[in-house]
């Protein structure tokens, strides 16, 4: 895979009825000097989103249904050519000019991917802003490292290794935060550039309530998958805790070890040892990448 990549950037851009904005993105996004080529995944569009970008001049892959955001992207990263990947929305939210500063940012402190992080202004709404908050302080305390934009659209990342991921990848929203917190857990270089985000023109396919809970979701999924013990040992602590203070109240007013004290406490003790078991299987299916790597 990597023999065949170029030097360069290549831009994957999902859309979905985006015709109003996706040729001046792809203007914009071929004027940068290191970008080689666009590529626009249109997912079934009802609108002239695809031929407004072929004729701005993007390579267009059109799904002929709508199979999601996440799902786009890895049909678009998967026909990529160059040794960078540039992932960015179509909503002309992003400037593509940015890149610039995350290639070289890249490539002077050896990061495999860097994120473009918003700031407060960037953020749609505070309900959005709040959201955002807790995602990053979860998915920092998963990871052990501070992740200051889970959810940004707009990255630069070296495609071989963006591939490895594909499968792990869901074909929603939450690709963002998949990627960003498997990176971490897979030892990948993650670094961060401050953007200004402009507010998106047209109506957001984002809804907060439902796909917020999914981000949610897809965080303790792959908390779970890449470090178990992060998510089983604070709920075997809590059994424990309840379990020994239910037992000492009942043995100090009622001078018995009650039937609920031994529950809470075997719950934590089968907690632990899910988590412990699961950690070992972890271990086993990273040393199985490994060597299948190699």
């Not at 990263?77 to 990947?85: D, E, F, I, K, S």
């Not at 071989?160 to 869901?170: A, M, R, S």
Request: charged residues 20%.
């Amino acid at each position: 895979m990597t023999g065949r990549l170029r030097e360069g950037v290549s831009i994957v851009i999902p859309a979905k009825n985006e015709e109003a904005t996706i040729a001046g993105v792809v203007e914009s996004a071929l004027s940068v000097p290191e970008v080689v080529e666009v590529i626009v995944v249109d997912d079934g569009s009802t609108d002239g989103t695809a031929k407004n970008a072929e004729a701005a001049g993007a390579k267009v892959i059109s799904n002929p249904y709508s199979i999601g955001n996440g799902a786009a992207v890895k049909v678009g990263a998967g026909q990529a050519t160059c040794r960078w990947l540039a992932l960015m929305d179509a909503d002309g939210q992003h400037n593509p000019h940015h890149l610039t500063e995350l290639l070289q940012l890249a490539n002077v402190k050896g990061y495999d991917m860097v994120v473009g992080a918003r700031n407060a202004k960037g953020q749609a709404n505070v309900l959005r802003f709040f959201a955002n908050w807790l995602y990053n302080t979860l998915s920092s305390y998963v990871t052990e490292q501070r992740i200051r934009d889970l959810t940004s659209g707009f990255r630069l990342i070296k495609t071989d290794l963006f591939l490895q991921f594909l499968p792990l990848l869901p074909n929603k929203f939450s690709y963002p935060t998949t990627i960003t917190m498997a990176f971490f857990r897979a030892g990948y270089a993650v670094g961060y550039h401050d953007i200004e985000v402009k507010k998106r023109e047209g109506k957001s396919h984002i809804r907060v309530i439902k796909d917020g809970m999914r981000f949610f979701l897809i965080i303790f999924k792959v908390a779970i998958l890449y470090s178990p013990l992060k998510i089983f040992v604070p709920f075997s602590a809590l059994f424990f805790c309840l379990g020994t203070m239910y037992a000492a109240y009942t043995l100090f007013f009622m001078g018995r070890f009650t039937n609920m004290s031994a529950l809470l406490l075997s719950t934590s003790l089968l907690i632990f040892l899910i988590g412990l078991v699961s950690e070992q299987i972890t271990s086993l299916v990273y040393m199985a990448m490994k060597s299948k790597k190699e």
